[in-house]
């Protein structure tokens, strides 16, 4: 599966961004979805989780309350809401595709097998 990230952009604090995350290729119905994030001297991040069919989500702490995952398969989508953004947020945030092998949902940048290329968010104070 391929998938092409976008959205991103420069906002300031306490507004709110939505990432869009387009797949390609393979079955989009049969990958779990997420989203993660990448800061300047830090490891990847994991945000969020979306199950196969949408009946299921998990968040990070840090973004929990905050960010709402959600997906659309008949366009393929998966989106990110992101609302308070804080200067903290600023990251490339990448979507990332695992394959539904059980009920678990993947919370670990690890267990993501597909990656988009991320798009920059950037949060001015």
């Known amino acids: 599966v391929q998938l092409q990230a976008s959205g991103g952009g420069l906002v300031q604090a306490g507004d709110s961004l939505r990432l869009s995350c387009s797949a390609s290729?393979?079955?989009?119905?049969?990958?779990?979805m997420g989203w993660l994030r990448r800061s300047p001297g830090n490891e990847r991040e994991f945000l969020a989780v979306i199950s196969v069919r949408g009946g299921s989500t998990y968040y990070a702490s840090s973004v929990k309350d905050r960010f709402t995952i959600s997906r659309d398969s008949a366009k393929r989508t998966v989106y990110l809401q992101m609302n308070s953004l804080r200067p903290e947020d600023t990251a490339v945030y990448y979507c990332a595709a695992s394959r539904d092998v059980d009920s678990r949902l993947p919370v670990v940048p690890s267990e993501y097998a597909y990656w988009g290329q991320g798009t920059q968010v950037t949060v001015s104070s």
């Open positions: 290729g393979r079955t989009f119905s049969g990958y779990d």
